[in-house]
């Protein structure tokens, strides 16, 4: 890195007043997202446009400053904490959705627009976007992008990479790219696209992205289903998955989840069920109907204790709030949290539930198990201490059984979370060394002086 006084010099010549932050408080601002990570910044930058992107990554190549993109700081994988120090460059700032239209059905919108406010500003036209991570209400689209987030509705639509038709993205030295477009075949050279999706900003830094967005069916319908074993109920959502209905989502939370979410939101759930089961359907009136039928009576003819389909909006959204307010009310039962976020095929979605169960039974360790269980992304997440060490150490042996189990049954280390700092050292034990240095040289490509994210995905 450059002495640190010239190049901050020159990236205040070059951006508007206002734009660089280099005091200790604004440093320290910028040194965590939601994991346990931190490092602090040499320096933040508030994007406002393009054009300060590309300043500030022309005099980051110049100097060999590590640059750190950061949308709102809501991820869980260490992505945007600089942990080499340099620049924390937020696209927070840049949030304005720039087009809709109806008649393509894409919009157009910069890093900064939250999820949350993109689909607020949908329901007008009879429009949505499917990607909804959890973290929806604060997550933006820019760092939804970066991580390929999922969520609920994932199961029956797809993740982000589905949905990003074309992006403008400034590479190191302040090149800019116009990739992909708003066509719906585009089959025009390498997807290039598809490559910046998921790169948790180690490739370069999107300033915009055009979406691909579809009509919002007439109608839903939400099922909750109350079992007393959570193996059972693993079990119902395979038999769901295979009789033919393809739901828009099958939300899973046991024992554990339910209990705190009760405790927390004082909701009316049944306290003693060991498993709790979220399935909606949409589409035409007369279709869900008839699916969300099928959907009680499968959960019913495997043993579901309580099932009932929400009779009104207000409670259909009461459903929806135990589900999104998991994270949350686990922090009642330790003083931290470690949330985990694995993948495995189907057909071995039982299987892994119980697995996590014997590991957390095993370490003497207590782990919720909750997710997206029709599509196998499932987030054990442990209950514990940081302060007492005996216990961490435990936490750590039972996190890393909780990866090679996913990994041996097909599955993967991340469905939706991204790989950043918590899951580097990993990442070979799931990838091939040959594929790995693919990847390596793919970065190398856009990034030859390893200046973009530095430290992430990659073990060191």
């Known amino acids: 890195m450059g002495e640190k006084r010239e190049w901050l010099e020159e990236l205040k010549r070059e951006l508007p007043e206002g734009r660089l932050l280099t005091s200790r408080e604004d440093r320290v601002a910028y040194s965590y997202d939601a994991t346990w990570e931190e490092g602090w910044p040499d320096a933040v930058v508030l994007a406002h446009a393009t054009e ?14 590590p640059v750190v993109p950061r949308g709102a700081a809501s991820g869980l994988s260490g992505g945007s904490v600089p942990e080499h120090g340099g620049i924390s460059l937020s696209l927070a700032p840049m949030r304005r959705i720039i087009e809709i239209s109806p008649e393509d059905l894409v919009a157009v919108v910069q890093p900064g627009v939250i999820n949350l406010d993109l689909q607020k500003a949908l329901e007008p036209h009879g429009l949505f976007y499917p990607p909804d991570p959890a973290s929806y209400d604060m997550s933006t689209i820019g760092g939804n992008i970066a991580e390929n987030a999922g969520g609920p509705r994932c199961l029956k639509y ?9 992006l403008e993205v ?64 693993a079990e119902t959502v395979v038999a769901v998955l295979t009789s033919g209905i393809l739901p828009l989502t ?7 989840s339910i209990r705190v979410v009760e405790d927390f939101l004082h909701l009316g759930l049944p306290a003693g069920a060991e498993a709790m089961l979220l399935i909606a359907v949409e ?48 922090g009642r039962l330790r003083p931290h949290t470690l949330g985990e976020d694995i993948a495995v095929p189907r057909s071995r979605i039982p299987e892994m539930v119980r697995t996590i169960q014997e590991i957390g039974e095993r370490w003497g360790v207590t782990i919720a198990v909750y997710g997206h269980i029709g599509d196998g992304n499932l987030h054990p997440t442990i209950a514990c201490d940081r302060n007492d060490p005996d216990e961490m150490d435990r936490v750590s042996k039972a996190a890393e059984e909780i990866f090679a189990a996913a990994v041996r049954m097909g599955g993967t280390l991340s469905g939706e979370h991204g790989i950043g700092t918590v899951k580097r050292a990993f990442l070979p034990s799931a990838l091939p060394n040959n594929v790995l240095d693919m990847m390596k040289a793919v970065k190398q490509i856009f990034d030859p002086h390893g200046i973009m994210n530095p430290g992430k995905v990659f073990p060191d």
């Open 250 to 256: 099958t939300e899973l939370l046991d024992g554990v």
């Open 170 to 233: 400034v590479i190191p030295g302040g090149e800019v790219l116009r990739l992909g477009g708003r066509s719906i075949k585009n089959v025009t050279g390498y997807d290039l696209v598809r490559l910046f999706v998921g790169s948790e900003g180690t490739l370069g830094v999107v300033t915009e992205a055009t979406l691909k967005l579809l009509p919002k069916p007439p109608a839903t319908a939400t099922v909750s289903a109350f079992f007393d074993n959570l193996n059972v109920a």
């Open 283 to 330: 589409g035409e009136t007369g279709c869900v109907k008839e699916e969300i039928a099928r959907v009680e009576g499968i959960c019913r003819t495997h043993g579901a204790s309580t099932v009932e389909t929400a009779a009104t909006p207000e409670e259909e959204s009461r459903l929806w709030r135990a589900r999104r307010s998991v994270a949350a009310a686990l």
């Open 158 to 166: 797809g993740v982000t990479t589905d949905y990003v038709m074309g």
């Open 52 to 65: 300060d992107v590309v300043a500030t990554l022309r005099v980051a190549q110049k100097y060999r400053v």
